[in-house]
């Protein structure tokens, strides 16, 4: 039974992956997000899932498993609580029986006050950025993925100081490892075309106000 149902769920995952990654950008039906005080705005497509916060336990993500799992994924780098504006989850029901876990594009504010201060990440370890321009935007770039228990993390922070606030925008994959699974009971899910889906979102993303710094 467990094989059968792997089948059916791998045959919605190809299906999925040629109707998202080959179809024209134009065909794509997208949904529109602007924060409430409308600094900025970002789109993605209607058949992810937006993330809302779970009322009886505000630290986990729902619906799941999109939005929660061991790995959290609705979160900033250093696990800030209350951080996160919006999560925008990769739809997990299509890479049933393979090793992945959850994926999502998140947005947070954070506390820091200064330039300085937003371009450091220290939790959950220290990072080294680079710059990389994302939609005419020139963000601080981090890498802080890692692993515990069998359980692996890829992500990307973007980080942007602006209207005097840190704005950090998170691209996060988390999976298991292979070796937690007997041999031919699961696949490994393609990472690289999970990560682009996720890029996809992060690349609409833009302020609507301009940063008082840059005025003349």
């Known amino acids: 039974m467990f094989f059968n149902k792997c089948i059916s769920a791998g045959c919605l995952s190809v299906a999925f992956f040629l109707t998202f990654f ?41 619906p799941e498993p ?12 250093a696990f800030t609580e ?3 504006v919006v999560s925008i989850a ?25 330039v300085d201060e937003c371009q450091q990440v220290t939790e959950p370890h220290p990072a080294t950025p680079h710059k990389e321009k994302v939609n005419g935007l020139t963000l601080d770039v981090f890498d802080f993925g ?24 998170d691209l996060r994959i988390g999976f298991s490892s292979m070796g937690n699974f007997d041999p031919g009971t699961v696949k ?14 992060l690349d609409t ?5 301009q940063d008082q710094r840059s005025k003349p």
Not at 70 to 77: F, K
Not at 103 to 114: C, G, H, I, R, V
Not at 188 to 201: G, I, M, N, P, Q
């Open 22 to 62: 080959q179809g024209p950008a134009s065909s794509k039906p997208e949904e529109s997000f602007v924060s409430r005080d409308g600094i900025f705005a970002l789109k993605y497509p209607n058949s992810f899932v937006r993330c809302e916060r779970n009322p009886k336990q505000p630290d986990r993500w729902i």
């Open 146 to 169: 890692g692993a515990a228990a069998g359980n692996l993390l890829a992500a990307d922070a973007y980080r942007s100081f602006h209207q005097n606030r840190c704005y950090e925008l």
């Open 188 to 201: 490994e899910f393609d990472h690289e075309a999970v990560r682009r889906s996720l890029k996809s979102v």
């Open 66 to 77: 999109s939005c929660q799992t061991y790995t959290p994924v609705c979160i900033d780098a």
């Open 205 to 209: 993303f833009t302020f609507l106000k």
């Open 90 to 114: 990769y739809p997990a029901e299509n890479l049933s029986c393979t090793n992945f876990q959850s994926a999502a594009f998140s947005m947070s504010q954070l506390d820091a006050l200064t």
């Open 82 to 84: 209350d951080a996160t």
